[in-house]
């Protein structure tokens, strides 16, 4: 049996995000290519919006970009309404990249180390 661990986003990866009229627009970006194969597979469009659901009224899209080790997600209507229009705190959508760190994901304990130990890289290359 593999041994599985249970953990935030933030552990492997960071992210930014910020407002497109109503929408949400995420890049979650891999520290490096073993972290980047554990988001690829665990962060889906679906696990998104379930993460979002209490307050996301539209769909979520979402694309790959293993260039950069990243994934991008759009939160449609997520700003009900758009900046302008909406009662939220973050009314921008500019702090909803901790929200989005903040999502658990399991994976193998193994897979894990190899994420936390493999060099970091960057638009700089290695770090």
């Known amino acids: 049996m593999i041994a599985t661990v249970r953990i935030p986003l933030v552990r492997i990866a960071h992210a930014r995000s910020g407002d497109k009229a109503d929408w949400v627009d995420f890049g979650l970006f891999a520290w490096n290519a073993a972290g980047y194969r554990l988001i690829e597979r665990e962060v889906t469009a679906e696990r998104v919006r379930a993460h979002f659901a209490p307050w996301l009224p539209g769909a979520v899209d979402a694309w790959a970009l293993p260039n950069i080790l990243a994934l991008k997600f759009v939160l449609r209507g997520a700003l009900q309404g758009g900046g302008a229009r909406n009662l939220r705190l973050d009314n921008l ?24 130990s493999s060099p970091r890289v960057g638009w700089w290359g290695e770090a």
């Open 93 to 116: 959508g500019k702090a909803m990249a901790g929200a989005l760190l903040r999502l658990e994901i399991d994976v193998g304990a193994a897979e894990l180390e190899e994420a936390l």
